[in-house]
């Protein structure tokens, strides 16, 4: 079907909404291979929250829904990769792929590490993994992924949305000790940036204003604009309390 793929991910502790664009610095080993793959083919690849509790041959698992991250700058600094992103169409994971290796605290390859802490090239990774018959995997964990489709469009709930986004930030800045005159065309230039984004504008609040990391893997997560919506509601409630913003 063409909403499902093989994707290598990027198994974080964070999240990536769509629209939101961010910065990476990518240094271990098997994500160099990963990047190096997607820069090659010109194509994305998956950021996904980290799942301690899933692990998949000894890293963090991925959670279940993440984002197509699009690369939109790269740059190399020593032995870093910096990249700009911008979040794409989310995905829901149809079943995992393990790497070819385990971390490096694992018996397998923790000689590779050297006397100064840093970890191996590729090229010695490459040879463990053949070592130990794992050739045909990748250094990365990858999923086999269904692609969401975008919401439709709804512009009642995206006025509540550009609402609560200015009602928030507003707030906040207030809090924060910044005049009105000063935050003004600040919230109104964020608010037009979720506007611009239609219906994933939804996302791209949240991105802006939810510290929590789960309250924001909740909205990505939602199957409805209205769903979406309630999250990010729940998500900043305790926040809007404190700021005066709703009644405990």
Same mark, same amino acid.
């Given at each position: ?13 964070? !999240? ?33 929250? /980290? ?13 279940? !829904?993440? !984002? ?11 032995? /870093? ?19 070819? =290796? ?5 018996? %397998? ?14 090229? %010695? ?18 999923? /086999? ?7 439709? %469009? ?8 550009? %609402?609560?986004?200015?009602? !928030? ?66 998500? =900043? ?12």
């Amino acid at each position: 079907m063409d909403d499902e793929r093989s994707l290598p991910l990027f198994v974080l502790p964070m !999240t990536l909404m769509p629209g939101e664009v961010t910065q990476l610095r990518v240094f271990e080993p098997r994500y160099k291979q990963m990047l190096d793959s997607c820069i090659l083919d010109e194509r994305p690849f998956g950021l996904i929250l /980290n799942d301690p509790f899933q692990p998949v041959r000894g890293w963090d698992g991925p959670r279940t !829904t993440g !984002t197509l991250a699009h690369i939109e700058e790269h740059e190399e600094a020593g032995s /870093n990769h910096m990249l700009v992103v911008r979040g794409g169409q989310r995905f829901d994971v149809i079943d995992v792929i393990e790497p070819a =290796l385990p971390p490096f605290s694992d018996p %397998a390859v923790s000689d590779l590490v050297g006397e100064d802490g840093f970890f191996p090239g590729q090229e %010695a990774l490459l040879a463990r993994a053949e070592e130990l018959g794992r050739a045909d995997l990748p250094l990365h964990i990858s999923a /086999n992924v269904r692609l969401r489709p975008q919401f439709e %469009a709804d512009e009642a709930m995206m006025l509540t949305v550009q %609402a609560l986004l200015r009602s !928030t930030m507003s707030a906040i800045a207030g809090a924060m000790g910044i005049d009105e005159e000063t935050a003004g065309p600040w919230v109104e230039a964020r608010t037009a940036d979720v506007v611009a984004a239609g219906p994933d504008g939804v996302f791209l609040a949240a991105a802006m204003v939810l510290p929590d990391l789960e309250a924001r893997q909740q909205v990505l997560s939602s199957a409805s604009m209205q769903e979406a919506l309630a999250e990010l509601e729940h998500g =900043l409630l305790d926040i809007r309390r404190d700021l005066g913003l709703e009644e405990e």
